[in-house]
């Protein structure tokens, strides 16, 4: 007998545990390299949004057109993917922390996801409607956006917008520059400058970029907000990636916990809580079983590092060092007839018992409850034998997304503005340097009909129109009050209109964030966060105000482990 197999025996001796026998003789096998395969995140969903899967992925496509199913946040997706949204809006999160925001009626599709000399390749297709993407870019990224007539680069970081139709697009920088090619040749653009170009023309128009509208001042504060969420919570973990990180400071605290060092724990949630309960299984070619979780922080803490069971605080997240994402971080055990999963523990070792399987599996509830998720904590009994297997038998019913039930196409139509005006109508006025409404496109009834007598007044005697290019903006009542502000405005723009809410223009000196509150609250009853499986729209919850906990609730006496303070993290700007 070698060293390593005695190590191996001792060690399955150690962990050992009175009221189950665990067999290591179908110890896991080494998992697969992931290091080399890009995931990227679906990190917010709001009303209609739809997602198409490659066909390789999608065992039920015919070949009869594109299957589209409702898209669910925490969605992983891969190269291939796309995204079209109707009265909704998306945003998907890459590793380095870049973003892509599609507003409505727009259509995004992720052509490329790779890997090559150590840099990540990130190419989409804008198919129709509006986005604005942020690029935070490594030495040798590449990160490129194609619309139907466009090809958008840049050399390092950079913020920008893009509105396309099938005839018609537009590149609005918003910060760095960006490079645009298209068959008039190649033009540089640098931050306030914008560019159109028609199909047919074979020329581009470069001038000012247009007024911000409700789209941009929307990606304007959920990119601050999640800013300051991400600085906050690298005060606690020092991370190689960076998606998901902002949800971590919104959705929970941090505690100082043995030899664990900091470790998270959700907020809201009660000492019986487990991890990977609430979500499902879905099937991912080349990967396997991939989880996806129905919590709004789940990505971070079920796809890196490991979980620990402390007897005061419940279940918590050790964020660990493993620097590349992996489908899931359990060890998977058959009991029985029955198939189940545990959290992967920091001290678990490859072809040893996972430590985390003496406080039981999850598995299928023998008999669910109506509209229960099928999940349920199972303890191991007395006599029974668990098994570590390789991956869950061929007959495992994981899940997968619920279809929208049957196919929907899109077509390629402009995004249209507030309303209803799409890219066609928008033109470039010499004069002022600007795109704005095409004066000679036809009326449409509520411009005429609804007419607010302010914005009369104001267009008699200007030029075309008061308000810039906006394709693809969200939808805002008819009778909205006049043109809006331009950065660094100073006129008094009328009331909002009834159910929007209105958003400042964000200044060149942001003015000091007020600190957060450090008042505990009266302690929420134990729940668990979940969202109802098979649901027809995933809605991103607002996150929960800030709480500060002295120490948790503990059902036995009080944990050693201290809990640190939240400190408030600077509020940012982006311009």
Same mark, same amino acid.
């Given at each position: 007998?070698?060293?390593?197999? %005695?190590?191996?025996?001792?060690?399955?001796?150690?962990?050992?545990?009175?009221?189950?026998?665990?067999?290591?003789?179908?110890?896991?096998?080494?998992?697969?390299? $992931?290091?080399?395969?890009?995931?990227?995140?679906?990190?917010?969903?709001?009303?209609?949004?739809?997602?198409?899967?490659?066909?390789?992925?999608?065992?039920?496509?015919?070949?009869? *057109?594109?299957?589209?199913?409702?898209?669910? %946040?925490?969605?992983?997706?891969q190269?291939?993917y796309?995204l079209?949204?109707?009265?909704?809006?998306?945003?998907?999160?890459?590793?380095? #922390?870049?973003?892509?925001?599609?507003?409505?009626?727009?259509?995004l599709?992720?052509?490329? +996801?790779?890997?090559?000399?150590?840099?990540?390749?990130?190419?989409?297709?804008?198919?129709q409607?509006?986005?604005?993407?942020?690029?935070?870019?490594?030495?040798?990224?590449?990160?490129?956006?194609?619309?139907?007539?466009?090809?958008?680069?840049?050399?390092?970081?950079?913020?920008?917008?893009?509105?396309?139709?099938?005839?018609?697009?537009?590149?609005?920088?918003?910060?760095?520059?960006?490079?645009v090619?298209?068959?008039?040749?190649?033009?540089?653009?640098?931050?306030?400058?914008?560019?159109?170009?028609?199909?047919?023309?074979?020329?581009?128009?470069?001038?000012r970029?247009?007024?911000?509208?409700? =789209?941009?001042?929307w990606?304007?504060?959920?990119?601050?907000v999640?800013?300051?969420?991400s600085?906050?919570? +690298?005060? $606690?973990?020092?991370?190689?990636?960076?998606? #998901?990180?902002?949800?971590?400071?919104?959705?929970?605290? =941090?505690?100082?916990?043995?030899?664990? #060092?900091?470790?998270?724990?959700?907020?809201?949630?009660?000492?019986?809580?487990?991890?990977?309960?609430?979500g499902?299984?879905?099937?991912?070619?080349?990967?396997?079983?991939?989880?996806?979780?129905?919590?709004?922080?789940?990505?971070?803490?079920?796809?890196?590092?490991?979980?620990?069971?402390?007897?005061?605080?419940?279940?918590?997240?050790?964020?660990?060092?493993?620097?590349?994402?992996?489908?899931?971080?359990?060890?998977?055990?058959?009991?029985?007839?029955r198939?189940?999963?545990?959290?992967?523990?920091?001290?678990?070792?490859?072809?040893g018992?996972?430590?985390?399987?003496?406080?039981?599996?999850?598995?299928?509830?023998?008999?669910?409850?109506?509209g229960?998720?099928? $999940?349920?904590?199972?303890?191991?009994?007395?006599?029974?034998?668990?098994?570590?297997?390789?991956?869950?038998?061929?007959?495992?019913?994981?899940?997968?997304?619920?279809?929208? *039930?049957?196919?929907?196409?899109?077509?390629?139509?402009?995004?249209?503005?507030s309303?209803?005006?799409?890219?066609?109508?928008?033109?470039?006025?010499?004069?002022?340097?600007?795109?704005?409404?095409?004066?000679?496109?036809?009326?449409?009834?509520?411009?005429?009909?609804?007419?607010?007598?302010?914005?009369?007044?104001?267009?008699?005697?200007?030029?075309?129109?008061?308000?810039?290019?906006?394709?693809?903006?969200?939808?805002?009542?008819?009778?909205?009050?006049?043109?809006?502000?331009? +950065?660094?405005?100073?006129?008094?723009?009328?009331?909002?209109?009834?159910?929007?809410?209105?958003?400042?223009?964000?200044?060149?000196?942001?003015?000091?964030?007020?600190?957060?509150?450090?008042?505990?609250?009266p302690?929420?009853?134990?729940?668990?966060?979940?969202?109802?499986?098979?649901?027809?729209?995933?809605?991103?919850?607002?996150?929960?105000?800030?709480?500060?906990?002295?120490?948790?609730?503990?059902?036995?006496?009080?944990p050693?482990?201290?809990?640190?303070?939240?400190?408030?993290?600077p509020?940012?700007?982006?311009?």
């Amino acid at each position: 007998m070698n060293l390593r197999h %005695l190590g191996f025996l001792i060690l399955l001796g150690a962990a050992s545990f009175a009221l189950a026998t665990v067999s290591p003789a179908s110890a896991a096998t080494p998992p697969y390299d $992931y290091s080399h395969a890009r995931v990227v995140r679906l990190s917010l969903v709001e009303g209609d949004v739809q997602v198409s899967r490659p066909r390789a992925q999608d065992n039920d496509d015919q070949g009869n *057109g594109e299957t589209w199913e409702q898209a669910l %946040l925490n969605l992983p997706i891969q190269q291939g993917y796309t995204l079209a949204t109707g009265n909704g809006r998306a945003e998907i999160e890459f590793e380095s #922390g870049a973003t892509a925001r599609l507003a409505e009626n727009s259509v995004l599709q992720l052509t490329e +996801l790779a890997l090559s000399n150590g840099g990540r390749i990130t190419r989409m297709t804008l198919t129709q409607g509006t986005a604005t993407f942020y690029a935070k870019l490594s030495r040798e990224d590449s990160f490129i956006v194609i619309t139907p007539n466009l090809h958008v680069s840049m050399p390092e970081n950079a913020r920008f917008r893009v509105d396309a139709s099938n005839d018609t697009s537009t590149v609005s920088v918003l910060k760095g520059d960006v490079q645009v090619e298209s068959n008039a040749g190649t033009n540089r653009l640098s931050k306030g400058h914008a560019l159109a170009y028609h199909t047919g023309d074979d020329q581009v128009q470069v001038g000012r970029s247009a007024r911000v509208d409700d =789209w941009d001042r929307w990606v304007a504060d959920r990119d601050e907000v999640v800013h300051t969420a991400s600085t906050a919570a +690298l005060q $606690y973990v020092s991370s190689p990636y960076s998606y #998901g990180l902002s949800d971590l400071y919104d959705y929970g605290n =941090w505690y100082s916990y043995g030899g664990y #060092g900091r470790c998270w724990r959700p907020r809201g949630v009660g000492l019986g809580w487990s991890p990977y309960l609430s979500g499902q299984w879905l099937f991912y070619p080349g990967l396997g079983w991939t989880w996806m979780s129905f919590e709004p922080w789940g990505w971070l803490p079920y796809h890196f590092g490991s979980w620990v069971l402390s007897p005061g605080y419940g279940w918590l997240w050790v964020p660990g060092f493993n620097t590349f994402w992996q489908p899931a971080l359990v060890s998977w055990v058959r009991v029985g007839n029955r198939t189940g999963w545990c959290p992967v523990h920091p001290q678990d070792r490859l072809g040893g018992t996972p430590n985390n399987l003496q406080h039981g599996f999850i598995g299928n509830a023998p008999s669910p409850l109506p509209g229960h998720k099928g $999940y349920d904590r199972i303890p191991i009994g007395q006599g029974e034998t668990a098994q570590v297997i390789n991956a869950p038998p061929a007959g495992f019913q994981g899940g997968r997304v619920t279809t929208s *039930g049957g196919v929907r196409s899109v077509g390629p139509a402009g995004g249209p503005d507030s309303k209803g005006r799409s890219a066609r109508e928008i033109v470039f006025d010499p004069r002022e340097s600007r795109f704005v409404n095409n004066p000679n496109a036809p009326a449409h009834k509520e411009d005429v009909v609804r007419e607010h007598p302010a914005d009369k007044e104001k267009e008699i005697g200007a030029t075309p129109a008061q308000r810039g290019f906006s394709g693809g903006s969200p939808q805002k009542p008819a009778d909205s009050p006049g043109p809006r502000k331009q +950065l660094g405005d100073t006129t008094p723009a009328g009331p909002p209109a009834k159910g929007q809410r209105e958003v400042a223009p964000r200044q060149t000196t942001p003015p000091p964030a007020p600190p957060r509150v450090q008042t505990p609250p009266p302690p929420p009853p134990p729940a668990k966060v979940e969202r109802p499986h098979g649901q027809s729209e995933s809605l991103r919850p607002a996150a929960p105000a800030p709480r500060w906990e002295s120490a948790p609730r503990p059902s036995s006496p009080p944990p050693t482990p201290r809990s640190e303070p939240r400190p408030s993290a600077p509020r940012s700007q982006h311009n």
